[in-house]
């Protein structure tokens, strides 16, 4: 939630502070420092809460001030590609059959979408604002409007997460009723009540976050900044932002966090019971007949795409909870403190969290092409004449399409 907190205000007045040195406008001091008085006082205003001790502020502001948007814009362009990429190959004919592939193919549609969207942020907000010192109409609500899509795109991957998780359970645990627990219809019904269920499910900061105005005076004419801050009513009712910070923390991040790390570990005992299985079988079956021979390797075969494909799912959901968990217990403590906490420490962790979430957002593709065969193999089928026949010689093009 971009809005103008110490930290960030110190780069902006540092900003203001080069533009006075560098006399390449014609303001004097006086009038400069005037300005800089009343963003300070607009800062208090919003920011009231002065000295909560938060820990590696020093580090928190240099990776923010000079690392932070041009990592984030590279993780973005990668994870932009590698989403692309992973929709193309998990809707080939043979990928898309299988309804966890269209589970995981919402999922990389979500994630491209937030990460497009965070690049002209990263770009505007890092890059011209500061330098610039302009804060127009336009690009407040754009701020708004990005504090807004973030949080619903996020929440979309957070419920497509769960419903990969609930599907992989139910399929694992109820292999009989496989066919009418995870039929086609149902996939389509979870993917479109997780991509509409967080436009109900971040209603409370629709009224939390707001655009605000700071009048200035100079010249002898007005100017009105604009920039994104809590609503007033949130701001007067302390009580208010709690409960807001209590169904962040706990319906948004922690339940579905809890409720993924238990999945998660009945399904490491699942993976474990399945290879205490398969040892026990290998050892009680010494001399087969051949058709139970030949029937046993291809369930050894099935089983094992299947261990693999729960694995892969695992590295997925242990990604995603080292993201949302500090994300939620963060928001529990706000909600337990309150706003003191949420303006001194929550945003200033903020460029981290926005990191972590980014790169969990874009590392998929990677997980898949090393835990997946199916997926590389489908991958190597689409893209490797591409990008070989550049350089393979004219008779081995010619050949490979007699």
């Not at 400069?32 to 000295?51: G, I, P, R, W």
């Not at 990429?85 to 059959?97: E, P």
């Not at 005076?217 to 009105?224: A, G, W």
Request: aromatic residues 12%; positive net charge; glycine residues 4%.
């Amino acid at each position: 939630m971009p809005m103008f907190n110490n930290t960030k205000l110190n780069r902006i007045i540092s900003s203001f502070r080069g533009i006075l040195h560098s006399k390449r406008y014609n303001f004097t001091k006086e009038e400069f420092e005037k300005l800089l008085n009343l963003l300070q006082m607009a800062n208090n205003v919003t920011n009231d809460n002065s000295d909560v001790d938060c820990g590696f502020k020093d580090m928190l502001e240099t990776y923010a001030n000079d690392y932070h948007p041009y990592l984030a814009i590279v993780v973005c362009l990668f994870g932009t590609v590698a989403n692309i990429l992973n929709i193309a190959v998990l809707t080939r004919k043979d990928m898309v059959c299988a309804p966890i592939n269209r589970i995981l193919t919402a999922l990389a549609i979500a994630d491209m979408v937030l990460m497009i969207e965070y690049i002209p942020y990263a770009c505007y907000y890092y890059m011209v604002v500061p330098t610039k010192m302009d804060f127009p109409y336009p690009g407040g609500v754009y701020m708004l409007f990005h504090a807004h899509i973030t949080q619903i795109l996020h929440t979309i991957s957070v419920c497509l997460t769960l419903t990969l998780a609930i599907w992989r359970y139910l399929a694992i645990g109820y292999p009989e009723k496989n066919t009418i627990l995870c039929s086609e219809g149902r996939c389509t019904l979870a993917i479109g009540i997780s991509y509409l269920l967080p436009v109900i499910l971040c209603a409370p900061a629709y009224f939390t976050i707001t655009l605000s105005e700071q009048k200035i005076r100079e010249d002898n004419q007005t100017f009105i900044l604009y920039h994104t801050d809590l609503n007033e009513m949130f701001k007067n009712d302390k009580t208010l932002l709690k409960i807001n910070f209590w169904i962040y923390a706990v319906f948004l991040k922690l339940l579905p966090c809890c409720i993924l790390t238990v999945i998660s570990c009945w399904l490491i005992y699942t993976l474990f019971k399945a290879k205490k299985r398969h040892k026990a079988l290998r050892s009680y079956d010494c001399v087969p007949l051949r058709e139970n021979k030949e029937t046993k390797k291809k369930a050894s075969k099935a089983e094992r795409r299947a261990d693999r494909t729960t694995k892969m799912l695992l590295a997925v959901l242990f990604l995603f909870l080292i993201t949302e968990f500090p994300q939620g217990i963060f928001g529990l403590f706000i909600g337990i403190q309150g706003k003191d906490l949420f303006l001194g420490c929550y945003q200033m962790y903020g460029e981290v969290m926005d990191i972590l979430a980014l790169i969990n957002g874009a590392i998929n593709f990677i997980l898949y092409c090393c835990m997946n065969r199916m997926f590389r193999s489908t991958f190597g089928k689409l893209f490797k004449h591409k990008i070989l026949a550049p350089w393979a010689p004219a008779s081995e093009i010619h050949t490979s399409y007699v």
